[in-house]
Nanobody, 119 residues
Framework: QVQLVESGGGLVQPGGSLRLSCAVS????????MAWYRQAPGKQRELVAR???????NYADSVKGRFTISRDNAKNTMYLQMNTLTPEDTAVYYC?????????????WGQGTQVTVSS
């Protein structure tokens, strides 16, 4: 099984920055896609950023230019750098990796980490 462990969430003031980390139990080179999602109170979970194996990235319009998804293959870790945070960014953030086994594709999820943006 692929295990995901998230860290880096916390409380930050508007305009501040945070970097979320997600440690992956398998080589990142074996992952098809990786992504970050978030879910705010009373809202549906939404895609924040996605990175394909070919390193093509996609961002939600609301975070484009402020957030950056990246990876460190040596550390088997994916990151979400979040800058210029606003209260609207407050949510639980989840890392997601897509893997394949036996011709079947699976979505793997972390437990989530809370990000709160408040003055």
């Amino acid at each position: 099984q692929v295990q995901l462990v998230e860290s880096g969430g916390g409380l930050v003031q508007p305009g501040g920055s945070l970097r979320l980390s997600c440690a992956v139990s398998t080589s990142i080179l074996s992952i098809l896609d990786m992504a970050w999602y978030r879910q705010a109170p009373g809202k549906q979970r939404e895609l924040v950023a996605r990175s394909t194996r070919g390193l093509i990235t996609n961002y939600a319009d609301s975070v484009k230019g402020r957030f950056t998804i990246s990876r460190d293959n040596a550390k088997n870790t994916m990151y979400l750098q979040m800058n210029t945070l606003t209260p609207e960014d407050t949510a639980v953030y989840y890392c997601n990796v897509r893997t394949t086994s036996g011709g079947v594709t699976y979505d793997n999820w972390g437990q989530g980490t809370q990000v709160t943006v408040s003055s």
